[in-house]
């Protein structure tokens, strides 16, 4: 493939490219890995494991789900000891490595002992924490743009793999599922490039957090990270998430006996969010977009399709299937683009941000998939609980913070009403709170401009600084202010009037 463009954040003299670092066929290797990812625990083009005849993919996914989620809760623990595990490509392509072994053990049916494939499972399980961490911290030098295109085309491209790989022989199935980690190891960039690259975006941007290092020196920067700072919201919201759309995959795997519902409706459906998803990247030019939002548009049909599945059964699992697979996807994506932004944006380091994201995602799947599959039987409590912890997820997760891609700037019926309850005017009131809160010059000036209606935009080309910088400096503005919200720091101007 041809290398092609993508564009990193502006800076000062001009956009920066990325021509050399990131050619098409390493953005969207990525793909790989997710290719990686659905053959080696699904089954059927419904993405099910199909409880009827592929009993050791339930083995084989549990194991793997165990062992990822024990190794990314070692490296929250201990990080400033295990970041160094993720600084060389060497690290990557012997990870890449044990991933092609253990899927070895395990991607040729039951040719295996059952014994082995379990240890195959455990051994890839552990092993996918590097590509996941790599790939992540890529993801993360992109704008908020090419971050949505890139995730889209990169899961785009492994469905296609996905299902071509489904209509082969059972053989060149096993083989091609084999050779994927490899390829997702050997095509994600150099770390080294990836750390230059952001030292010279903050050297370009002329970065507020003076003497404050790039990524590529995350130990010190990571000091400035409080344990309670990470983004634990965010990962609960994904680990509830998880859990219901993992039980509920299982209960539709059980009504799936053929293993091949619905192939038309799945692939249709998968191209259609996909689509959406690339579409959605290629024209973002807006000054917000709320992945919250993405994220409570989807759980409605979520709870849906419980719901199907509880009432319906086996009656309508042909069009259950297809439903969840697409409900998938775009749980998927969101979740990914998420945390690459919430690395892209705030002080803590890539490594973290993955390892506790993708933590919640297998440790939601592993306890969703795990209670149905004990309780196949007891869809209904099943059903109600995952209900009652989605409602709590649209209700209390996700808020605005995390989720908005680039921070909305008041209304100007917010700042006529926090004008009038101060007596004076924005601009004098934000000296004074500027000093009591430690504000520096810069997040002082973005401070004024965006307090006063101005976005992202006009903020970006009146400071010549990119719309990451700007979202950075209006999080580290919240963090100084004990804020979590818009509305929470327009309360604030209020009271200290």
């Keep these: 493939m041809a290398s092609q463009e993508i564009t990193g954040e502006q800076g000062k003299g001009g956009r920066l490219s990325m021509r050399a670092l990131l050619p098409a066929t390493q953005v969207f290797g990525f793909c790989f890995y997710w290719a990686w990812v659905y053959l080696s625990f699904n089954a059927s083009a419904s993405v099910n494991p199909v409880l009827s005849t592929h009993l050791n993919l339930v083995y084989v ?31 990557l392509v012997v990870a890449g490595a044990l991933m092609a072994a253990g899927t070895a053990c395990y991607a040729f049916g039951d040719r295996v002992p059952l014994p082995l494939i379990l240890v195959g499972a455990v051994v890839s399980g552990v092993a996918s924490v590097w590509p996941v961490i790599f790939w992540g911290r890529l993801f993360s030098t992109l704008s908020a743009r090419n971050i949505v295109f890139a995730t889209a085309v990169s899961f785009g491209f492994a469905h296609a793999i996905y299902y071509a790989a489904l209509l082969m022989p059972e053989v060149a199935t096993g083989a091609i599922t084999t050779v994927l980690p490899v390829l997702a190891a050997a095509l994600c960039p150099e ?13 370009d941007e002329g970065n507020s957090r003076e003497g404050a290092p790039s990524e590529s020196a995350e130990g010190p920067r990571f000091s400035l990270v409080p344990f309670s700072r990470l983004p634990w919201r965010v990962a609960l919201g994904l680990a509830a998430v998880m859990f219901v759309y993992g039980g509920a995959r299982v209960y539709v795997a059980s009504f799936d006996q053929s293993g091949f519902l619905g192939f038309e409706r799945t692939a249709g459906l998968t191209v259609a969010v996909v ?57 998927e994506i969101l979740s990914w683009v998420l945390l690459a932004d919430i690395a892209r944006t705030t002080r803590t380091p890539a490594f973290l941000v993955f390892a506790i994201g993708r933590l919640a995602v297998q440790a939601g ?75 520096t010059q810069r997040e002082k000036e973005i401070f004024l401009l965006w307090v006063t209606g101005h976005g992202s935009k006009y903020i970006q080309e009146s400071l010549v600084i990119s719309p990451s910088t700007v979202k950075t400096h209006v999080r580290h503005i919240y963090e100084k202010c004990g804020v979590h919200s818009r509305a929470e720091i327009m309360r604030l101007l209020e009271i200290r009037s």
């Design 191 to 203: 770390p080294e490039k990836i750390h230059r690259y952001l030292g010279r975006v903050e050297s």
């Design 365 to 439: 799947m592993f306890a969703g998939q795990l209670s149905a599959w004990l309780l196949v039987d007891m869809i209904a409590p099943f059903a109600v609980a995952g209900i009652f912890a989605l409602m709590l997820v649209t209700g209390f997760m996700f808020d605005s913070q995390d989720t908005l891609l680039v921070f909305e700037a008041p209304s100007k019926v917010e700042r006529e009403r926090a004008e009038r309850r101060m007596g004076r005017s924005m601009g004098d009131h934000l000296e004074d709170m500027a000093e009591t809160y430690g504000l």
């Design 61 to 91: 996914h549990l194991a793997s789900m165990i062992a990822g989620v024990a190794f990314y809760a070692v490296i929250i623990g201990f990080s400033r000891r295990f970041r160094g595990l993720f600084e060389k490509r060497a690290q």
């Design 275 to 331: 689509a959406a998803f690339v579409v959605w990247g290629a024209l973002f030019q807006g000054e917000n977009a709320s992945l919250g939002a993405a994220y409570k548009m989807t759980l409605p049909l979520l709870s849906s399709a419980l719901l199907m599945v509880a009432i319906f059964g086996y009656e309508y699992v042909a069009l259950i299937a297809p439903l969840m697979t697409g409900i998938q996807v775009v749980i």
